[in-house]
């Protein structure tokens, strides 16, 4: 998985992620400061009591975007239609699951 923002580019192996889906749950509480000079654009580092630091390079708020978590960090992020992206990322894991002959796990 690769996200992007302006001349940043993180690359996630899908085989390090450990949670994708709402961040609603997990950072519901936080409230990060934008460091860009016009509304619409959350790109900062929150602290969260049980995951650390989260980077967000989003466009929504927290409680619209989604989560990362991997072994490489945390990201809040917002892609175009979340829902279809997670229902694409679910899919695409369950197959690669099957295909491999084992069971899912550790993963949403």
Do not use: M, N
């Not at 009591?49 to 989260?54: H, P, Q, S, Y």
């Not at 945390?74 to 894991?93: E, N």
Request: include cysteine.
């Amino acid at each position: 998985l690769v996200l992007r923002w302006a001349w940043r580019r993180i690359v996630i192996p899908l085989d390090e992620i450990e949670y994708l889906g709402a961040a609603r749950q997990l950072l519901a509480d936080s409230a990060p400061p934008r460091l860009w000079p016009w509304p619409g654009y959350y790109l900062s580092t929150v602290r969260d009591e049980a995951l650390g630091r989260v980077q967000l390079l989003a466009t929504l708020p927290p409680r619209k975007q989604l989560l990362l978590c991997s072994a490489r960090g945390s990201f809040g992020f917002s892609p175009d239609r979340p829902a279809d992206f997670l229902a694409r990322f679910h899919a695409f894991y369950e197959e690669r699951q099957r295909d491999q002959g084992g069971a899912a796990t550790g993963v949403l």
